[in-house]
Nanobody, 121 residues
């Protein structure tokens, strides 16, 4: 079973920066999408940023230009660098991965347990 272990959440002041990391372990396939969603209380999860096997990244509209998703392939670790943080970025951030053995195979999905990010003075 694939496991996703998140780290790096916490409290930061408005305008500050924070970095989240997510390490994937277990039986990893070569075709993947990996990255982050976030969830506000009582709401569904929203896209933050996802990186694909080919290196392309898709970002949610509210974080474009402020957040950066990158991946360290040998370590199977995805990082979310968050800059110019706003109180509205306060949420639980979830690591996400889907993967398959080939481009035409069905993908399996996995979630981390979530890490709290709080932006407050």
């Amino acid at each position: 079973q694939v496991q996703l272990e998140e780290s790096g959440g916490g409290l930061v002041q408005p305008g500050g920066s924070l970095r989240l990391s997510c390490a994937a372990s277990g039986p990893l396939d070569g075709i993947y999408t990996m990255g982050w969603y976030r969830q506000y209380p009582g709401k569904q999860r929203d896209l933050v940023g996802l990186i694909n096997t080919d290196g392309t990244v898709n970002y949610g509209a509210s974080v474009k230009g402020r957040f950066t998703v990158s991946i360290n392939n040998p370590k199977n670790t995805v990082t979310l660098q968050m800059n110019s943080l706003e109180p509205e970025d306060t949420a639980i951030y979830y690591c996400y991965r889907n993967q398959a053995r080939s481009p035409w195979a069905a993908r399996s999905e996995y979630w981390g347990q979530g890490t709290q990010v709080t932006v407050s003075s």
